[in-house]
């Protein structure tokens, strides 16, 4: 990689033009990426205009939005217009939507008409729905039609379409009623009938199926691309598999925001400003902090306890945290067996016995250490203080295992997504009730 | 749903073998899952033979380990054998490397003798390297073919290739110097040669590339699928679109493994045994447990303090979670914007100098909160014991998210994954050094 950069800055001189084309041209979007960030503007627009149409959409794409407008606003009318033009309707979209608003204008007003009027077909439907992912690029054609006219129709739109791999078969509505891959009809003999060699049977979304749900059908099925349609059966457009990838990596990133306490939207860091930061922390914080503040209480109505017993102050952070833990552990194995469908709620039995037997090992593994800790290391407290911790700690295990899988099923039934149970939530939600159990079962032992 | 299923009940008779198969051949894998689980081994096996060689194919790849093995027993050696031949080589490995050894044999034995080859040549690669997910089953040609030989030799071979919508080109050595889709074939004229219109500058991975690199390389610049090729560049085989999108999922679960402190490999939950799934979570839970005993040393070391000023303890449990969340907010965005490219090294000035500004609005917020909390909830303590409270409360939160942020960039710098940074392991280091600040600013402040 440093390789290609060195070699790009000896290049970059007038007279080697031709040599810079070579570098560039072999480079692949995420190398360029890198190359990107190391160049000043004026090289990096002199990289620009030597890649393709097709590297130069992708790279356009997958930069962050400051450089896009910039870009947009360096290049000659006619470069843009060309770029814009080359461009899939439904990263358009996403494109323009993101832009500041004086850019914007400017981009409209450079569109084609066609442009213009897929964008405002798609502007229609929710971002988040299948319509909102896809092209209305796709190939249609009527059963009538013989094989060698639909492969003739094919090559006489095909430059015009984002997919060409599928061909789909619409009555005189536009009702979806077949499909035949690209290579259904290399195969099939030039005078076959569309309607003999179809498959009947689509598999497509509706208009309004979640993103999700639309990734998961496309994969499931491994398709390149998906038909959408409407309540009738019309279709729509299609959603590639370029666009359910991002949809997937979109997905990962909640997951893991959830799982971290951050809400909001899932924009880049470096381009959210600092109140933008604070919105996207601070809401989950204070109730984590209010709920959290119970422990307070916990701790008051236990002051007679602590007072006899000081050890028990000893050990709360490593109960709480190690009760945390095991609570969260549990959660997320709970939430990525909801997400991959393998666990259902009618396994809860199942899931229940199963986290029983793993959580009492553990909690003899987990109990004997601290028992070893407590007793052996400073400040060494006596035994049978000890034996009161770790036998403490072993219950808040087994309580926590069996909390942390319990919620997650419990939201998942109730239709809220689970992924929110494995972050903090669990462990605060088990820093009050673990420390109840903690102080329970020590006064208990310890006859106070 | 639930009305599809009906229905199958319904049709679930002898007389009714044709509706059945009308049902059945409608529904995508999804459901086919669904469905299969509530059906008995007699009724899903039915259904399965039912659906043609390709739902066969991708739904016997979607199934458990016990309901692939259960299936390849009662298919007929016929069914079976068909079934083998269609699949994908890639599936197939990945099928047969998971099976019990006695039935991998029968499978084995069942093979044909080129899938036999196929797979052989497939299994000398390292399952997570790029090799590890490829098809050697792609179309290539060479440069002096004319479009319409070209053409000739992809309908003559397709029916054995998993992707014939990119067609590469090769010289006599097998070595990769070129690429034309099935698209710009069908848009060329038929007396073109092949080296006339191909793409030279081929995206490639080579075969050792890590898999998640694989996966991005495909992303981003938007391919079907990506050849593999040796170091002296002869192509070994392709990559395609839905193993990387395999790839982006087993990323995703470990990921979020790897924040909710379990290590090991990802295999479904239920089919892990007890001790399977103790081994899961053991290890790291020792390791967080080990390393949070050391609060109990700070404590000790803390205890004249306590005495003096038993509050303090009442807020031990909301000063070390609260510190643990924000480091845990922090760390998450740096791991994301690691892992997305978009955060570099280089920013490590920049994030910081944000990570300040909004820890320093978070810990003042947070202060507010735990200073009306202290005073005017039970037990009410006095204001300026609510003070210290509040100010070490503050402190705690600007250190831990400067850690939170400055740990996975760390990390990332020495080349480990910093995904690790974000869960428990951020909470307990922070416990540590959040108690330390916690005593040490509140000493200073109540003069004592």
């Given at each position: 990689m440093s390789?290609v950069l060195e070699?790009l800055k000896?290049?970059?001189?007038?007279?080697?033009?031709?040599?810079?084309?070579?570098?560039?041209?072999?480079?692949?979007?995420?190398?360029?990426l890198v190359v990107w960030d190391m160049l000043n503007?004026?090289e990096s627009?002199?990289?620009?205009?030597?890649?393709?149409?097709?590297?130069?959409?992708?790279?356009?794409?997958?930069?962050?939005?400051?450089?896009?407008?910039?870009?947009?606003?360096?290049?000659?009318?006619?470069?843009?217009?060309?770029?814009?033009?080359?461009?899939?309707?439904?990263?358009?979209?996403?494109?323009?939507?993101?832009?500041?608003?004086?850019?914007?204008?400017?981009?409209?007003?450079?569109?084609?008409?066609?442009?213009?009027?897929?964008?405002?077909?798609?502007?229609?439907?929710?971002?988040?729905?299948?319509?909102?992912?896809?092209?209305?690029?796709?190939?249609?054609?009527?059963?009538?039609?013989?094989?060698?006219?639909?492969?003739?129709?094919?090559?006489?739109?095909?430059?015009?379409?984002?997919?060409?791999?599928?061909?789909?078969?619409?009555?005189?509505?536009?009702?979806?009623?077949?499909?035949?891959?690209?290579?259904?009809?290399?195969?099939?003999?030039?005078?076959?009938?569309?309607?003999?060699?179809?498959?009947?049977?689509?598999?497509?979304?509706?208009?309004?199926?979640?993103?999700?749900?639309?990734?998961?059908?496309?994969?499931?099925?491994?398709?390149?691309?998906?038909?959408?349609?409407?309540?009738?059966?019309?279709?729509?457009?299609?959603?590639?598999?370029?666009?359910?990838?991002?949809?997937?990596?979109?997905?990962?990133?909640?997951?893991?925001?959830?799982?971290?306490?951050?809400?909001?939207?899932?924009?880049?860091?470096?381009?959210?400003?600092?109140?933008?930061?604070?919105?996207?922390?601070?809401?989950?914080?204070?109730?984590?902090?209010?709920?959290?503040?119970?422990?307070?209480?916990?701790?008051?109505?236990?002051?007679?306890?602590?007072?006899?017993?000081?050890?028990?102050?000893?050990?709360?952070?490593?109960?709480?945290?190690?009760?945390?833990?095991?609570?969260?552990?549990?959660?997320?194995?709970?939430?990525?067996?909801?997400?991959?469908?393998?666990?259902?709620?009618?396994?809860?039995?199942?899931?229940?016995?199963?986290?029983?037997?793993?959580?009492?090992?553990?909690?003899?593994?987990?109990?004997?250490?601290?028992?070893?800790?407590?007793?052996?290391?400073?400040?060494?407290?006596?035994?049978?203080?000890?034996?009161?911790?770790?036998?403490?700690?072993?219950?808040?295990?087994?309580?926590?295992?069996?909390?942390?899988?319990?919620?997650?099923?419990?939201?998942?039934?109730?239709?809220?997504?689970?992924?929110?149970?494995?972050?903090?939530?669990?462990?605060?939600?088990?820093?009050?009730?673990?420390?109840?159990?903690?102080?329970?079962?020590?006064?208990?032992?310890?006859?106070?």
């Amino acid at each position: 990689m440093s390789q290609v950069l060195e070699n790009l800055k000896e290049y970059m001189d007038p007279l080697n033009e031709e040599q810079i084309k070579g570098v560039v041209q072999g480079l692949s979007v995420p190398e360029l990426l890198v190359v990107w960030d190391m160049l000043n503007d004026e090289e990096s627009l002199r990289i620009f205009l030597h890649l393709d149409q097709e590297a130069r959409s992708n790279l356009m794409m997958e930069l962050p939005t400051p450089e896009q407008e910039r870009l947009l606003q360096t290049l000659s009318v006619r470069d843009s217009r060309d770029l814009l033009d080359y461009m899939e309707p439904d990263d358009l979209t996403d494109l323009i939507q993101n832009l500041s608003p004086e850019v914007r204008t400017a981009v409209w007003n450079n569109l084609s008409e066609e442009a213009r009027r897929e964008m405002e077909f798609l502007l229609r439907f929710d971002e988040d729905d299948a319509a909102g992912l896809m092209t209305p690029r796709y190939v249609a054609v009527r059963a009538e039609l013989t094989v060698a006219q639909a492969l003739a129709f094919v090559r006489k739109v095909m430059n015009d379409m984002e997919m060409i791999y599928y061909v789909y078969v619409v009555d005189q509505l536009k009702r979806l009623i077949g499909v035949v891959s690209l290579r259904q009809l290399l195969s099939a003999r030039d005078n076959q009938k569309i309607s003999g060699i179809m498959t009947q049977q689509v598999i497509s979304v509706r208009e309004e199926t979640d993103q999700e749900q639309t990734a998961r059908v496309l994969e499931e099925n491994g398709l390149i691309a998906l038909p959408v349609v409407d309540k009738i059966n019309r279709i729509l457009g299609i959603v590639t598999f370029d666009d359910v990838i991002e949809v997937i990596r979109e997905e990962q990133t909640e997951d893991i925001y959830k799982m971290g306490a951050l809400g909001g939207d899932t924009k880049s860091y470096l381009e959210t400003g600092i109140f933008g930061l604070v919105w996207k922390r601070l809401p989950w914080l204070v109730i984590l902090l209010l709920t959290g503040t119970i422990t307070t209480n916990v701790l008051h109505g236990y002051e007679g306890l602590l007072m006899s017993a000081a050890f028990l102050t000893l050990f709360i952070p490593v109960i709480t945290q190690t009760g945390g833990n095991t609570g969260t552990q549990s959660a997320t194995l709970m939430i990525r067996g909801l997400a991959t469908g393998e666990i259902r709620f009618k396994d809860v039995g199942r899931v229940l016995i199963r986290e029983l037997a793993v959580s009492a090992i553990i909690g003899f593994a987990t109990g004997l250490i601290i028992f070893a800790r407590g007793v052996f290391l400073p400040p060494g407290i006596p035994w049978h203080q000890g034996i009161a911790v770790a036998a403490s700690l072993s219950c808040v295990v087994v309580f926590s295992t069996v909390l942390g899988a319990l919620v997650p099923m419990g939201l998942s039934r109730m239709g809220v997504d689970p992924t929110v149970a494995a972050g903090p939530l669990m462990s605060t939600l088990i820093d009050v009730t673990g420390l109840t159990i903690y102080f329970e079962v020590s006064k208990r032992i310890l006859g106070l």
